[in-house]
Antibody
Framework: QVQLVQSGGEVKPPGASVNVSCKAS????????ISWVRQAPGQGLEWMGW????????NYAQKFQGRVLMTADTPTATAYMELRSLRSDDTAIYYC?????????WGRGALVTVSS | EIVLTQSPASLSLSPGERATLSCRAS??????LAWYQQRPGQPPRLLIY???KRATDVPARFTGSRSGTDFTLTISSLEPEDFAVYYC???????????FGQGTRLEIK
């Protein structure tokens, strides 16, 4: 069965970077891209971007351009999302999900807390 | 940028009742819109894609429909496990962008 297993929660100080991983199994990693979606406490869903896991091409939401980097490692079927220059309003659960049209399987999320 | 506006923000109904959730797009979309259900402490779950297709294992009481730029998720007879938050989602192809509505909270009356 399709599974997306994410790394654990992290606490980071303002200005730092965070790297969240998402290990896929149960399907061919290169045939479906990975989206990243975040959810601030008590808030709705916010799409951050998508990586084509076949060729590494990325599409980022304009809000995150220049601050986010999405990569994928095909041999280990793992996608990564790095967010830099963290601010307090980046505190959120970060989800990876398969695809974008639709996002049909989701990881359980990684809570990133930005606090000094 | 396409904006999705969901209404109502919250809905209070009893088990067995019919629920109608709306999602309005700011401009005409292609034949793509999806709906997700999110229960407390869980990731979102895909319910409906391509406007009206049910995802795997989604009960038949969930249906999606469209009228112009208005999209509707209907739950024909509410079960206790249906009380959750629901989000609609769209995507544009060039450039590739996705966005979600702000959500509708379905509460037990």
């Amino acid at each position: 069965q399709v599974q997306l297993v994410q790394s654990g929660g992290e606490v980071k100080p303002p200005g730092a970077s965070v790297n969240v991983s998402c290990k896929a199994s149960g399907y061919s990693f290169s045939t479906h891209g990975i989206s990243w979606v975040r959810q601030a406490p008590g808030q709705g869903l916010e799409w951050m971007g998508w990586i084509n896991t076949y060729n590494g091409n990325t599409n980022y939401a304009q809000k995150f351009q220049g601050r986010v980097l999405m990569t994928a490692d095909t041999p280990t079927a793992t996608a990564y999302m790095e967010l830099r220059s963290l601010r307090s309003d980046d505190t959120a659960i970060y989800y990876c999900a398969r695809g974008y049209d639709p996002l049909d399987y989701w990881g359980r999320g990684a809570l990133v807390t930005v606090s000094s | 940028e396409i904006v999705l506006t969901q209404s109502p923000a919250s809905l209070s109904l009893s088990p067995g009742e019919r629920a109608t959730l709306s999602c309005r797009a700011s401009q005409t979309l292609s034949n793509y819109l999806a709906w997700y259900q999110q229960r407390p402490g869980q990731p979102p779950r895909l319910l409906i894609y391509d406007i009206s297709k049910r995802a795997t294992d989604v009960p038949a009481r969930f249906t999606g429909s469209r009228s112009g730029t208005d999209f509707t998720l209907t739950i024909s007879s509410l079960e206790p496990e249906d009380f959750a938050v629901y989000y609609c989602q769209q995507r544009t192809n060039w450039p590739l962008r996705c966005s979600f509505g702000q959500g509708t909270r379905l509460e037990i009356k």
